[in-house]
C-alpha cells in the first residue's frame, strides 16, 4: 500500500481537515491546524506531502521521525502541527487496514467510557451560573470557564474580586458534586496568580488551566506551590521536550493538543512521561470532529487520563459545528457526561466527504481577537 495524495480542507468555522488516500482504496483523516494560522498550516502539509507521496502510510514511526527530524530546523507549533494531522490520518488508515480502532493499535482499551466537560461563556456571574446549570441538566458532570477578561499585570482589587464571584455563581448554582475548571489562557502574571489562585480555594475548582503564557514555564513551580489548586497547562506546547520543563515543576494535568502535540504518537510518549510524574492527562480540544476521535482513542488506552475536552457547542463553533461533518452523529452521543468507546476501525468516525468539500468552498479566515489594556497596551487574550 502507498500513499497517493494529501489534500487539505480549509472549513469553519475555523478548522483544517486532511484527507490521505491509498493506492488500496483506504482513506485517513486527519485535522492538522492553528488556531487563526490554518493556511500557514495547510501549507506546511503540503510541503511535507513531498515526501509522503510514494510512501507506505503504515510505517507510521518512520515517518513521524523523518517528518520532524528530517528537516535541519525543526519544531514549533505549525510544524508540530502539520506532522499532527499527518499521524492522526496514518493512524486512521492503519486502524482501517485492519479493521480494528486505533486503541486497539494502542495496546487495547483500560476503560469503557470516557469523562467529557463543556464550555460555558458569558460575562457575568449570572450568565455563567445560568450556563452551567444547562450544562449540568443535559447531563455534564464537569464544565470549564474564562474567569476574566484582559487583565493588567497587576490588577485591582475589584478585577480579583470579579474572577473569584464568577467561579462562585456557578459552585452555588451547580453544587459540590459538580466539577469546575478555570481556564485563565495566559492572562496571569506570576504575581497576579498567587494573589488570586489562593482566593478560589474555597471554591475547589477542578483545576486551574494555563495561570500564565508558556514563555514562563519556569515560573510554573512557583505557582505551584502558592496553591492547593490543581495546575493544568500544555495546550501551548508541542513536544514532550517542551513537556520536560514542566513536569518536574508539581502540576497536576498535562494538556497537550493532539492537533499540535505531533499527534496521537506524540501524545501518547507525553503521557507515558507524565504518568512517570503523578500527572493525570486531559487532552486539550475545541477543535473539530477528528481531533476529538483521535484524542478520545488515545484516552481509551491511557492508564492516567483524567477527562476529555470536547467542543460541541463552544462559542467560536458559529455557523459550523463538530457534528456536521460526520455521517453518523450517534458515535458522540454523550450520557451523563460520558462518551462511550468506539468500536469502529481507525479514529471510529466516518466524515462526510461531501459536507467537508461543500464547506471548503468557502473556507474561513478565523483570527482570535486582539485585546488591549486601558492604557492601549497588547494584553493576552
Known amino acids: 500500500m502507498r500513499i497517493t495524495s494529501l489534500r487539505t480542507y480549509l ?220 495546575i493544568a497547562t500544555g495546550e501551548r506546547l508541542y513536544s514532550r521536550w517542551d513537556f520536560k520543563r514542566v513536569l518536574d515543576k508539581g502540576i497536576a494535568v498535562a494538556q497537550p493538543d493532539l492537533s499540535h502535540a505531533g499527534g496521537i504518537s506524540e501524545t501518547r510518549r507525553i503521557a507515558a512521561m507524565a504518568e512517570a510524574y503523578d500527572v493525570a492527562l486531559a487532552p486539550h480540544c475545541p477543535l473539530g470532529p477528528i481531533a476529538l476521535a483521535a484524542s478520545l482513542q488515545l484516552g481509551f488506552a491511557t492508564p492516567n487520563l483524567l477527562i476529555q475536552e470536547q467542543s460541541l457547542g463552544i462559542h467560536y463553533n458559529q455557523g459550523s459545528d463538530l457534528l456536521d461533518y460526520l455521517v453518523d452523529t450517534s458515535v458522540f452521543g454523550y450520557r451523563d457526561g460520558y462518551v462511550e468507546r468506539f468500536t469502529g476501525p481507525g479514529l471510529g468516525i466516518e466524515v462526510d466527504t461531501a459536507a467537508v468539500e461543500r464547506a471548503a468552498e468557502s473556507g474561513h479566515r478565523w483570527r482570535n481577537p486582539v485585546w488591549r489594556t486601558p492604557d492601549g497596551a497588547l494584553a493576552e487574550w
Not at 25 to 49: D, F, I
Not at 77 to 86: D, N
Not at 177 to 183: E, L, P, Q, S, Y
Request: proline letters at 7%; glycine letters at 10%; hydrophobic letters at 45%.
Open 11 to 230: 472549513v469553519p468555522p475555523r478548522w483544517c481537515f486532511l484527507r490521505i488516500d491509498t493506492d488500496e482504496g483506504l482513506t485517513g483523516w486527519g485535522e492538522p491546524v492553528v488556531e487563526g494560522r490554518a493556511a500557514t498550516v495547510a501549507a506546511a502539509v503540503g510541503e511535507l506531502a513531498d515526501y509522503l507521496v510514494g510512501q507506505d502510510p503504515l510505517r507510521i514511526e518512520d515517518h513521524w521521525q523523518t517528518l520532524t527530524k528530517g528537516g535541519f530546523y525543526r519544531g514549533g507549533p505549525v510544524l508540530s502541527s502539520a506532522v499532527a494531522g499527518i499521524d492522526q490520518a496514518l493512524w486512521d488508515i492503519a486502524g482501517k487496514s485492519l479493521g480494528v480502532p486505533v486503541h486497539q493499535l494502542l495496546g487495547g482499551h483500560v476503560r469503557d467510557r470516557i469523562r467529557v466537560y463543556s464550555w460555558i461563556g458569558g460575562d457575568e456571574p449570572a450568565e455563567v451560573a445560568q450556563a452551567a446549570l444547562e450544562r449540568q441538566a443535559h447531563g455534564f458532570t464537569a464544565v470549564k470557564m474564562n474567569a476574566s477578561g484582559a487583565l493588567a499585570r497587576i490588577d485591582t482589587p475589584e478585577a480579583v474580586t470579579g474572577i473569584v464571584d464568577r467561579v462562585a455563581s456557578v459552585r452555588e448554582a451547580t453544587g459540590p458534586g459538580f466539577d469546575i475548571a478555570v481556564d485563565f489562557h495566559g492572562r496571569l502574571t506570576t504575581a497576579m496568580a498567587r494573589r488570586v489562585l489562593p482566593l478560589l480555594e474555597p471554591l475547589l475548582p477542578f483545576f486551574v488551566e494555563e495561570p500564565v503564557v508558556p514563555e514562563c514555564s519556569e515560573h510554573i513551580g512557583d505557582v505551584v506551590t502558592s496553591t492547593s489548586i490543581p
